[in-house]
């Protein structure tokens, strides 16, 4: 039997630092509506839901014929995530972040490749080399990896730390997209916050605090995650421009 691989893509309105950005218009459509049709381009995703707390979030998905799911408040992502896999029977579900709206299908493939070729792997994200100054940011996250492409750390800081500039360092920046096994979904569910998750702010680490091996595939398609009016100004230039 064919694995079948759930795209999720969690979207909560509220946004901190740029509020109901999930819905803010990019070339004359919703943002995540935008992530739904670029998810859908993959043909390795069996299906693609957006999961929500918002009514409006919902609403808006409905009339446009996106497959929607209704969810309650989560605290993160993965969370609501599994949620979703409490109510669905999927072997793989990828969580597609809301406000990634210049996703390819190539980062999907890119994604799935240690799930899917036989690695063993039951977590698996993505990375893209990035230069010194955006590893300065602590919005763009940083992740170091061992030379079999297990993560080692993940942080809003630059990693590595070059103390004596060493002229060939690479920066990598974190790209948001997750694909989990069902087992590794629900043992996630089961594990409480740690200290390293709750300094960063980062629910990747709850996985390393545990012992969890998470796979990092390196892809050369940049993406411009979505978090301020700025970057939405990017995005939405970025579109006018085709």
Same mark, same amino acid.
């Given at each position: 039997?064919?694995?079948?691989? %759930?795209?999720?893509?969690?979207?909560? %309105?509220?946004?901190?630092?740029?509020?109901?950005? !999930?819905?803010?218009?990019?070339?004359?459509?919703?943002?995540?509506?935008?992530?739904?049709? &670029?998810?859908?381009?993959?043909?390795?995703?069996?299906?693609?839901?957006?999961?929500?707390?918002?009514?409006?979030?919902?609403?808006?998905?409905?009339?446009?014929?996106?497959?929607?799911?209704?969810?309650?408040?989560?605290?993160?992502?993965?969370?609501?995530?599994?949620?979703?896999?409490?109510?669905?029977?999927?072997?793989?579900?990828? &969580?597609?972040?809301?406000?990634?709206?210049?996703?390819?299908?190539?980062?999907?493939?890119? %994604?799935?490749?240690?799930?899917?070729?036989?690695?063993?792997?039951? /977590?698996?994200?993505?990375?893209?080399?990035?230069? !010194?100054?955006?590893?300065?940011?602590?919005?763009?996250?940083?992740?170091?990896?061992? /030379?079999?492409?297990?993560?080692?750390?993940?942080?809003?800081?630059?990693?590595?730390?070059?103390?004596?500039?060493?002229?060939?360092?690479?920066?990598?920046?974190?790209?948001?997209?997750?694909?989990?096994?069902?087992?590794?979904?629900?043992?996630?569910?089961?594990?409480?916050?740690?200290?390293?998750?709750?300094?960063?702010?980062?629910?990747?680490?709850?996985? %390393?605090?545990?012992?969890?091996?998470?796979?990092?595939?390196?892809?050369?398609?940049?993406?411009?995650?979505?978090?301020?009016?700025?970057?939405?100004?990017?995005?939405?230039?970025?579109?006018?421009?085709?």
């Amino acid at each position: 039997m064919p694995m079948k691989i %759930l795209g999720v893509i969690p979207a909560r %309105l509220h946004s901190t630092r740029l509020p109901g950005k !999930v819905l803010r218009l990019i070339a004359g459509k919703p943002m995540v509506h935008w992530v739904y049709e &670029n998810a859908r381009r993959s043909p390795l995703l069996t299906e693609v839901i957006v999961a929500t707390d918002s009514k409006e979030v919902y609403d808006s998905c409905a009339h446009a014929e996106i497959p929607v799911m209704m969810t309650a408040e989560h605290p993160s992502g993965s969370d609501r995530l599994y949620e979703v896999l409490t109510r669905t029977d999927a072997d793989v579900y990828v &969580n597609i972040q809301g406000d990634e709206p210049t996703l390819k299908p190539e980062h999907i493939e890119k %994604l799935l490749a240690p799930i899917l070729d036989e690695r063993e792997a039951e /977590i698996a994200t993505l990375k893209v080399k990035i230069g !010194v100054d955006d590893a300065q940011n602590p919005n763009n996250v940083k992740v170091v990896t061992a /030379i079999d492409g297990r993560a080692l750390y993940f942080s809003r800081s630059p990693i590595p730390y070059n103390r004596d500039n060493y002229p060939e360092v690479e920066y990598f920046k974190h790209i948001g997209l997750y694909a989990y096994t069902r087992n590794a979904l629900t043992a996630f569910h089961g594990w409480p916050q740690g200290g390293l998750e709750l300094s960063e702010q980062l629910e990747q680490l709850r996985y %390393l605090e545990n012992g969890a091996p998470i796979y990092v595939s390196e892809t050369p398609f940049e993406t411009v995650g979505v978090d301020t009016e700025a970057e939405l100004q990017e995005v939405i230039a970025l579109f006018e421009k085709g």
